[in-house]
């Protein structure tokens, strides 16, 4: 019954609903708004729920760190999907309010960073209320306590609201990312542009360690994309990195490096090898010359005719 | 005017605010709640406020991604006090609400990882509500809209409720992390026990370039205590840095590595040096040999004797 | 017929051959000195001997870097043994001759700095004239030709002469080290205190190219011993390293490092693993954690379960 | 009056000699030979001798290794100018002498894998006989000793010799590179193509010492032209590094670098900048982005601001 489900970071009518509904296999699912994202991930770890989509960079609705603190600690989940998900608010309105109308908004907090520009210059005067999402705020407009919520455009027929205007967003940070989260399994064969994400734990930070973490990357010619520390909350000094690296644990490069971290740190969990949103297996950057799998291969017969004395 | 006024992350009764008291000069300043991270940063860069306590680092009351964005853009800003504060939700009610009589929660999203096992283990059958904030829960509980809120136990007096029970978190990630931001000037002198915080920005990412930039730390014996990377939202491969190290800017060790990170890459904004709050002055782990001022000036001392050929 | 031959940098009555004489087949095998290092080694290579001693660091009698120039390029070599061999010279003399009759000494240029300090405080008149050999020098005294000579002390019976002075010696850079280099086979087993050289040529030296041949050993924990610079001569820019590493090819740290530097340069050479002259197994410096061969494998064991989901 | 002299490492008609007098300078001194590298490198401590030319990469004359050690240790000394010379070798014979007359040659040893190609296949069935230098060799052909020697062409007007065959060379190592040694005193200016030559020791060897020396050079984007480990003769672990660095010490990369070095092993000791014989200025390859002189001013300049705030 739970492969029927998946969890998302609520309440309806979110970006991460709209982000969910981008994957095929949605249509075929029952979407379960979750109130935050360790309840969302819990639903997956319960068995309640088949996979869960939750933000993890760049969000305008919170939830980054409590992912990545998520996905850190706990029983172990693993990472199948990423999806991208350009980011614009509609002014949403009660049918028939005009712009000079407004003299409240509402939105999430973290939306507010988006639109603050906006106002400056069209709604100087009007007074900003924070509501608990996004799609919040536009139930509470519906309900007459506000006079205008930012939110997705998509939210507008869910509260009977209409747009005043469209396509809202701040120059920079458009895009938030979000992952399709599920317990345990094989990872999908590569595709030729992917990802691996990790999180590597240290108990005792030596000063030097995240440097020597990084290596164990950068000698094979695995480019980072990504980069968080977090703290553990065990006290100073005890850090965990996330870190999101191209390529896939098949690949052999990647697959050392990870071995690598393993010996460093015993502390490392592995997060999943998914396909990249941003780029296609054409528009993958090249790699470094020596880290192909061919180039493994060729190094490790090498290395079996020294060992046998056939040099 | 404005020096009088300390803006932070509102509304009013939220651990930011508590945060916020902590420091002295607090009892002496008009104390302003915003909206958000980047509205309480605005007010110091347009002068409303003269400066700003905003959460940068394990909030349960959100903004870090925010925090680092607004610092690593805009009118440069600089950090010149951090403050650390154990998080501990009490259960806020009305007087004369008994633990059976729960059926409601409330409270920001980001308290609810902090608070699960909590209500997992004590009030497994109440709903759960999102606030906008913490103490817009408690504000809900006070008008009737739920039955109970978790909040700091300090803001059960703005509202006139009680804390029926108190002390509730989670076991990890109990501390939070605020930063005193303010628009540009000297840093304070260095105490012993100092972080310097910068934000490097990378406009071309080429492989390697986030070693590269770690290297200028650890050649002069910097360690890093955080180090986050956040999208800049103009394309693929397109990232900042945020990186606290130990130690001040008036420090040799730091000041050299910090001239490295601006050869690499001219787009690094200093973000201030300031004292540790972790740790006292005794208590810093020691040196690398051959780091301290000490050294530097007897090197600098040694380069100009070969310059002179006086070996 | 040749595998009873070894070879060995002469003439007869050099410290190369009692080094050779220290290993227990020397007693069972022909040693024919060859007139120069690149003469002994092409004897091997030529199959007219099975093996040759040749010095290879800190020599008083020549021919190291001949030595590193032969074994990088060339029909392939391997090297099998190590012997360390402590330098001091005597002062030898035709029967009779008392240190006040000594007007001229002679010996190898490169024996001249070992013998300097003795010289000046104990024969300040004397006139030096160099040999082609220290026992060729020793040669010369029983003709008549010159009144004393520096050799060690073993070549005294062959030439008819006696040691007047013995235990000659500069303070520093008292060793010699000198390999027994034969064919390519299969190296012998790890004792537990191994050393393993390669030697790697770059065609096109990019600036940091040594610094990543370098971290290919490090991210592994497997420290250096020796690395030279040997320019190929084929302009500017070309070098080969030689580097010695401890541990032996069948340990899966230094494997894997070798095929990094394969992966890196096609253009490296192994010049194989054999047990250290200098320390016994019980006096080998711990490994870092996380390099030994269980390490490797249950890192390669946690790769296996991630690949598969089984995390 | 030592003013006037310079040593070199001798005896007459070496290829040392033809190296010295391509330097203008040369044509107004008197020019000494010496019996050894130390002899030539004493010569110039005691004030005997103004400056010293001894080979010290790639010889054909030997003493590599001793000019090495000698620049490490003593009273310290210092490198001015660097000649290349391309290495060629004349059979030198008595006059009448044809090819088919010579059934023994003699050389320096060092030469001997230089001519060994041409020998085997123009006079197969001549024997050899190693001499103590390669004017040795040529004197011992005048005397009627040998029938013919390998030394450089220059060499036959003085032993009253002719060369039969002139431009024997081994296809690779064509080149040897003498240094130029004086007592210290100011470097000259820069040239835009300059090299610096340092020596750095370590007592006590930890693993990845030579890794961390290496990266204060990578880090400051200074390329290293050659490096040397050297056994100090002090016991198992210690050991020198002789290093060449493109740049010269007035180069702030290349300063920084020094004083790098110097703190983290104070037994640094600096050799000398001076002009590269392989390059003009106009051909020295391109500095990596910010590490010139302009780029080191300008981070200055930065720091200075962030010191004070405005940033």
């Known amino acids: 019954m739970s492969a029927t489900r998946y969890a998302y970071l609520g309440p309806e009518g979110t970006f991460t609903e709209v982000a969910l509904r981008t994957l095929p296999e949605a249509a075929t699912r029952e979407l379960v708004p979750m109130v935050s994202v360790p309840a969302a991930l819990d639903a997956v770890r319960s068995g309640g729920a088949a996979a869960a989509l939750v933000p993890i960079e760049n969000s305008v609705e919170g939830g980054i760190t409590a992912t990545l603190d998520e996905l850190a600690g706990g029983e172990p989940l693993m990472i199948y999907r990423e999806v991208l998900l350009s980011i614009t608010f509609a002014l949403l ?39 608990a999402s996004n799609a919040d705020g536009a139930r509470l407009v519906q309900e007459g306590r506000y006079d205008a919520a930012f939110a997705g455009e998509f939210a507008a027929a869910t509260y009977g609201l209409e747009p005043l205007v469209t396509n809202i967003h701040d120059a920079e940070n458009a895009q938030t990312r979000f992952v399709l989260v599920g317990r345990p399994a094989r990872p999908s064969s590569p595709t030729g542009a992917d990802k691996t994400s990790v999180v590597i734990c240290m108990e005792n930070d030596r000063p030097g360690a995240l440097l020597e973490l990084l290596q164990e990357f950068s000698v094979r010619g695995v480019n980072l994309m990504l980069i968080q520390s977090r703290p553990t909350g065990e006290g100073i000094g005890n850090y965990c ?42 528009e993958v950057s090249p790699l470094r010359a020596g880290t192909s799998d061919a180039a493994f291969t060729e190094a490790s017969d090498w290395l079996a005719r020294c060992q046998d004395g056939r040099i």
């Open 241 to 282: 990195f996330a870190v999101d690296a191209e390529g896939h644990i098949a690949d052999r490069r990647v697959g050392e490096a990870l071995m690598g971290l393993k010996r460093i740190s015993p502390n490392v969990r592995f997060l999943g090898s998914y396909p990249r949103a941003d780029v296609s297996p054409g």
């Open 93 to 131: 309105v009660r049918p028939g309010t005009k712009l000079s109308d407004i003299k409240t908004v509402t939105a999430h907090p973290a939306a507010q960073p988006q639109v603050r520009n906006w106002l400056a210059a069209n709604l100087p005067s009007a007074a900003w209320e924070s509501a």
